[in-house]
C-alpha cells in the first residue's frame, strides 16, 4: 500500500479508536465528583447539549472518511469536515438560555452552521444508509417549509427556513433530538461490545457452540444457522450484516446437506432478522422503545423473551419439516458441545453478566461498557484466547465503525421526528389513521404493517420504528392498546421489511451468499419470518407480554395458543406435520390455524380442538406408514 493510501487509513483508525474511547470515557467519568479532573469542561461529564452535537460531528467526519468521494473529489471531504469542525463549535458555544435568537432569529454564522450540519447529515445518509434515508429526511424538512401549499388533509403550517434550522438544531426536539442521544449512549455501548466479542473470538465461539448443539441433529447446519443468528443477530446491530456474516459460514453448509440455494438463503435471512428481537441485545430499536415509552430496558427484555421464543421456534420447525420431508440427517463429523464449551467457557462470562445487569435494570449504557470490559477481561484468562493492543485497537475501530450508519440513520431520524412535532402532522396521521381503520384494532394493525413495509424497504429496521412509533403509536393507543404494546407491536413490525417481497433485504444478501435467485429467496423467507406478523397480532389480542397486570398466569395459555398457532400455520404451509397431508387436511389445518387468531374463545377453542385431531390421525398415519427417513 502506498503512502498516500496508507495516511487516510491510519487517520481513520485514530479517529474511530479516539472516539470509542471518548465514548467510554463518558459514562466512566460520570462516577466523579465534578472538579475532579482537570480542564473539567473538556474532560468532564458533557450534557446532552454537548454531548450529542460532538458525537454526531464526530461520526459524520469519521463518515466522511470512510465512504468518500472517488478520486480527486475526495478532497471536497476534507473541507466538509473542516466545515463540520467549525459548525459544531458553533453549536457548542450558542447561547441556549439567552432570547435574542427567539425575537431576532438565528445569527447568519450559527445559521449556516445549522444548514451545514443538517446538510451534511444527509448527504452522509445517502452514503452510509441509503438514498432512501437521505429522501425521506429532506421530503419532510421541505414538508416543514411548504406543508402550507399542500390539501387541507395533510396542510401544515408553512415554516421559514431559518425557523426549521433553529428548531432542528438549535432545540433537543430535532437533529440532536432522542433518537441520536439514544444511538451515542446506549446503542453505541452495545455496538462496541458485539465488535469486541468478533475481534476476541467470543463470536466464533457462539457460532460453533450452536453447531455443537444442532449439527447433530435432522437438517443440523440449518438449525444451527437459526440458533447462531439467535445469538449474533442483535449483537451485530444489522439483520443484513448478520446475514453475511453467519451465512457465509451456515449458507455452504446447508447447501451441501441438500437444501435448495433459496431455502438456504431463506433460512438465513429469517433466522438474522430475528436476532433483532431476540433478548438481552435487541437491537437499536429496543433502546430507543425503552426511551419513548419511559420503560426500564430490563422490563422490555423481560416481557419480550416470550414472543421471541416463540418466533425462533416457529422457524426450527419450519427448517425441521423441511428437512424431514427432504430426508436430511445431521452432520456427522460436528463437533461435541461439552468440548466447545471447555475451549471457550470464559466467553460465556460476559453475556451472563450483561443479562444480570439489565435484568437488574442497570443503565444500558454503563451496562454496555460493563459487557465491553468483561469481553476483554474473559480473553486474558486463558493463554489461547489471549489478545494484544493490536486486537484492542481493531475493536475500537470496529466498533466506531459499525457506529456511523446507526448513528446517522438515527439522527435523520430525528429530523423527521422534529418535524413531525414542528407541524402537528403527527396528530393529523393518527386521525387519519383511526378514520381509516372505522374503528377495527386488526385494520389499524394491517394499516401500520403496510406503513412498515413501505418504509422498510429504504429505511434500517430503527429508523423506520422511530417514525412509524411517532406516527402510529398514538393511533394504535386510542383504539385500545397498552402504550408498551403499541411499541412492541410497531417495533415487530418494523423488522418485515428484511423478509417480505418485493423489497426483502435480508433475503437479498442471502441470495447474493447462496448463489440463489432473490425473489423465490424472498418467498422463503416470508414463509418462514411470518411469525413477525402473527404473533404482533396474537400481543394485540391476547396478553403475550409479561407487562404490568399480565403474570405467567396469563401469559402461559396465550402462549400455548401461540404456540399451537404457529405449528398449525408452518403444517398448512408445508402439507406436512408427522407425514405428508394429503386431501383436505391442509385446509383443516387452515381452519384450525384462522379459528386460533380470532380473539374469541369458543373460536379458540374449536381451532385447539381441530388442530388436535389433525396432529393426532396425521401421526397415526406416520405410524401406519413409517417414512424411509434417516434419523
Not at 315 to 339: E, I, N, P, S
Not at 512 to 517: D, E, L, P, Q, T
Request: aromatic share 10%.
Amino acid at each position: 500500500m502506498t503512502d498516500e493510501a496508507e495516511r487516510p487509513r491510519r487517520l481513520v483508525i485514530a479517529l474511530a479508536a479516539l472516539l470509542s474511547i471518548y465514548q467510554v470515557w463518558q459514562p466512566l467519568v460520570g462516577f466523579l465528583p465534578p472538579g475532579a479532573l482537570p480542564f473539567d469542561n473538556i474532560l468532564g461529564l458533557q450534557p446532552a447539549t454537548y454531548f450529542r452535537p460532538t458525537h454526531l460531528t464526530w461520526i459524520l467526519c469519521l463518515g466522511y472518511l470512510v465512504y468518500p468521494l472517488p478520486g480527486r473529489l475526495r478532497w471536497l471531504d476534507y473541507g466538509v469536515m473542516a466545515l463540520l469542525a467549525w459548525a459544531c463549535w458553533r453549536v457548542l458555544i450558542f447561547d441556549y438560555q439567552g432570547l435574542d435568537h427567539l425575537l431576532y432569529g438565528l445569527q447568519s454564522a450559527d445559521f449556516a452552521a445549522g444548514v451545514m450540519l443538517l446538510a451534511a447529515a444527509l448527504e452522509m445518509a445517502r452514503r452510509a444508509v441509503g438514498p432512501v434515508m437521505m429522501a425521506i429526511g429532506a421530503v419532510f424538512l421541505l414538508y416543514g417549509m411548504f406543508g402550507n401549499f399542500l390539501p387541507d388533509v395533510v396542510a401544515t403550517r408553512g415554516f421559514s427556513l431559518e425557523r426549521i434550522v433553529r428548531f432542528q438544531v438549535y432545540t433537543g426536539a430535532g437533529l440532536f433530538g432522542a433518537p441520536i442521544g439514544i444511538a451515542a449512549g446506549a446503542v453505541f455501548s452495545f455496538v462496541l461490545f458485539g465488535a469486541f466479542l468478533q475481534v476476541t473470538g467470543a463470536g466464533k465461539f457462539l457460532i460453533d457452540l450452536s453447531f455443537a448443539a444442532a449439527g447433530r441433529f435432522r437438517g443440523g447446519p440449518a438449525k444451527a444457522s437459526v440458533l447462531a443468528s439467535a445469538a449474533m443477530g442483535s449483537i451485530s446491530g444489522s439483520a443484513i450484516a448478520n446475514t453475511v456474516t453467519t451465512g457465509a459460514l451456515t449458507i455452504p453448509m446447508m447447501k451441501k446437506l441438500g437444501y435448495r440455494p433459496e431455502q438456504a438463503a431463506g433460512i438465513e435471512a429469517g433466522a438474522s432478522t430475528g436476532g433483532q428481537i431476540m433478548p438481552p441485545i435487541m437491537g437499536a430499536g429496543a433502546f430507543v422503545m425503552a426511551e419513548f415509552t419511559k420503560t426500564p430496558y430490563g422490563d422490555i427484555v423481560w416481557m419480550s423473551l416470550v414472543p421471541a421464543l416463540l418466533y425462533f421456534f416457529s422457524v426450527l420447525l419450519y427448517v425441521h419439516l423441511m428437512a424431514v420431508k427432504a430426508g436430511f440427517t445431521g452432520m456427522r463429523d460436528a463437533t461435541g458441545a461439552w468440548q466447545v464449551i471447555k475451549d471457550g467457557v470464559q466467553y460465556l462470562l460476559p453475556l451472563v453478566l450483561i443479562t444480570v445487569l439489565l435484568l437488574w435494570n442497570y443503565s444500558p449504557v454503563l451496562v454496555g461498557v460493563a459487557g465491553t470490559a468483561a469481553v476483554l477481561l474473559a480473553s486474558m484468562l486463558r493463554a489461547h484466547a489471549r489478545i494484544g493492543p493490536a486486537q484492542v485497537v481493531e475493536g475500537l475501530y470496529r466498533g466506531a465503525l459499525l457506529a456511523v450508519p446507526i448513528s446517522v440513520a438515527c439522527a435523520v431520524a430525528g429530523v423527521v421526528v422534529g418535524t413531525i412535532g414542528q407541524t402537528g402532522v403527527g396528530l393529523q396521521f393518527t386521525e387519519s389513521v383511526v378514520a381509516m381503520s372505522q374503528g377495527y384494532l386488526w385494520l389499524a394493525l394491517a394499516l401500520v404493517a403496510v406503513a412498515a413495509l413501505v418504509l422498510g424497504m429504504g429505511l434500517p429496521a430503527t429508523a423506520a420504528y422511530i417514525v412509524l412509533s411517532v406516527m402510529t403509536g398514538p393511533a394504535l393507543q386510542e383504539l385500545g392498546l397498552a402504550l408498551i404494546t403499541a411499541h412492541m407491536i410497531i417495533f415487530w413490525l418494523a423488522q418485515t421489511s428484511n423478509v417480505t417481497p418485493p423489497i426483502a433485504l435480508a433475503a437479498f444478501a442471502g441470495a447474493g451468499v447462496a448463489g440463489a435467485r432473490p425473489m423465490r429467496s424472498a418467498v422463503e423467507a416470508f414463509k418462514l419470518a411470518n411469525g413477525l406478523f402473527v404473533i404482533p397480532l396474537m400481543m394485540a389480542f391476547s396478553p403475550l407480554l409479561l407487562a404490568a397486570g399480565n403474570g405467567w398466569a396469563e401469559v402461559l395459555p396465550a402462549a400455548l395458543v401461540t404456540l399451537l398457532l404457529v405449528v398449525m400455520i408452518a403444517v398448512t404451509l408445508e402439507r406436512f406435520a408427522f407425514t405428508r397431508l394429503a386431501g383436505a387436511w391442509p385446509l383443516l389445518s387452515g381452519l384450525a390455524a384462522a379459528a386460533l387468531l380470532i380473539p374469541l374463545q369458543w373460536t379458540r377453542l374449536c381451532g385447539a380442538l381441530l388442530a388436535v385431531v389433525v396432529l393426532v390421525i396425521n401421526y397415526r398415519a406416520s405410524r401406519a406408514a413409517p417414512q424411509p427417513y434417516n434419523s
